[in-house]
Every structure is written in C-alpha cells, then in structure tokens.
C-alpha cells in the first residue's frame, strides 16, 4: 500500500510531537496517536506486564503490529492523515536494542508507504519532561534520535525539521509542509 496523503510525526521522545498531532486533530485533521504510549498506558491500567523494560522483545512486536493496524485502519480516515510515529522507526529501534527482526516484520514494511515527506521533531531539551511514561533521562531519550531519523531517510523519505516554536507555528509549518501535496486540490485543507 502506498498512501500519499499518510503523513509521519517522528523525531525524539519528548519533544513535542505528541502535542503538535493533537492540535491538529483538534483542527479536524485526521490523527492517529502513538501507538507505543498507548500501549504502556493500558498496560499499566490493566495490570499487565508487556512494557518495553521487562519484555522489549514482545513489546516491539506488538507495536510493530499496532502500527501496521493503524495504518489499515487509517485507509478509511479523511486525508490528510498525520500518525504519531510509524512503522519504519518500529524496525530501526528493534535493531538498535538488538532484537529479532523476523522475514514478517521487514514484509509489512515493504508492504505500506507514508508520504515521502516526514516531519521531525528535533530533541528540545526546553519542554522534555521525565514522566511515569517517558522514564528515559532527556540525553538516553536523545541518543535514540538519530536512529529514528535514519530510519526514514535511508528508506528515500525526505526530512523536514520541525522548528521549534510555539504549537501553533509548529501547525502552520506542517501545513505549509504537505500543502504542495495538495496544491490541486485545495479542498483537503481544513482553514
């Protein structure tokens, strides 16, 4: 699948992406959360035991799956659709914490395509807070960042920084970001 109008939020832990999707969301833009998070905050609410510290092999393999679901489901969203993370980040933090990366995992990569743009999240030490969910210190946090651009990059997505101002410039940046997408066709803008 290769859904053009799929726009991908990445960058560091912590610095502000989770915000900047909700804004939009808020404008009536089609969001899809971060799957990691919502999967520890309902692990904690239901007293399971599948986080990232005590299981991170299990963990990245429901993630993984949970992204690919979001992203199906997505199909039937109005566009453009904005994802709090996605799936080739899944892969690229497997192979940095050393896990397995089975033949399975690779395929639902290859199988689903974002924008070629990506929007990234540079690491903002300024508004990183250390929170039961973001237990990292802000420089472990950091050091991920890297990896989860190169992520993307190196599977021919273009970056573009998100500058780090207020949510509402980080909205207006994002706009202007995937607008020439749909320069044809300005009913996708919601103004």
Not at 36 to 45: D, F, R
Not at 46 to 59: E, K, R, T, V
Not at 70 to 76: T, V
Not at 116 to 138: H, K, M, N
Request: net charge negative; proline share 4%.
């Amino acid at each position: 699948m290769n859904n053009q109008h799929f726009y991908v939020v990445t960058g560091a832990s912590g610095a502000g992406k989770s915000t900047l999707i909700k804004a939009l969301g808020e404008l009536g833009y089609s969001v899809v959360p971060e799957v990691a998070l919502a999967l520890v905050q309902e692990q904690e609410q239901c007293g399971g035991n599948l986080f990232p510290w005590s299981q991170p092999q299990a963990f990245m393999e429901e993630v993984l799956e949970r992204n690919i679901q979001a992203y199906d489901a997505a199909q039937k969203l109005s566009s453009p659709v904005f994802f709090d993370r996605g799936i080739p980040e899944c892969l690229a933090h497997m192979r940095l914490l050393g896990l397995e990366i089975r033949t399975e995992h690779e395929a639902g990569l290859r199988q689903r395509h974002y924008a070629s743009t990506v929007l990234v999240a540079q690491p903002w030490p300024e508004i990183y807070v250390c929170d039961r969910w973001g237990r990292a210190t802000f420089e472990r946090a950091a050091r991920s960042f890297e990896a989860t651009v190169a992520a993307y990059t190196e599977s021919g997505y273009d970056a573009r920084f998100i500058p780090q101002v207020s949510v509402e410039e980080r909205v207006e940046f994002v706009l202007q970001q995937i607008e020439g997408a749909f320069s044809k066709s300005r009913r996708w803008f919601r103004t």
